[in-house]
Nanobody, 122 residues
Framework: QVQLVESGGGLVQPGGSLRLSCAAS????????MAWFRQAPGQQRELVAR???????NYADSVKGRFTISGDNAKNTVYLQMNSLKPEDTAVYYC????????????????WGQGSQVTVSS
């Protein structure tokens, strides 16, 4: 089993910054990719940003140039630096990881964090 612990959410004014962290622990041989999703009230969960084990990144168009995803492989941790926040960024942010848990096969498994509320409001 794998546990994901998120931190860093909160209330911030428009134009402000926040950094989310997500630390993975448990039965992990390797992490294939990590990502952040978000879900606003009444809307579907959407991909915000993702990073592969090799460091390749992708971003939703709505956050390009404002958000940066990064990872610390030694700590099995992924970060999301959010700058120039807008009210429309308000959502619950979820960490997502795809991990390999056995040295005997290449099966991968997906896990979700508990969610962190980010509220952008004056």
């Amino acid at each position: 089993q794998v546990q994901l612990v998120e931190s860093g959410g909160g209330l911030v004014q428009p134009g402000g910054s926040l950094r989310l962290s997500c630390a993975a622990s448990g039965s992990i041989v390797s992490i294939n990719r990590m990502a952040w999703f978000r879900q606003a009230p009444g809307q579907q969960r959407e991909l915000v940003a993702r990073i592969t084990s090799g460091g390749s990144t992708n971003y939703a168009d709505s956050v390009k140039g404002r958000f940066t995803i990064s990872g610390d492989n030694a700590k099995n941790t992924v970060y999301l630096q959010m700058n120039s926040l807008k009210p429309e960024d308000t959502a619950v942010y979820y960490c997502y990881v795809v991990v390999r848990q056995s040295v005997y096969n290449d099966y991968t498994y997906q896990y979700w964090g508990q969610g962190s509320q980010v509220t952008v409001s004056s």
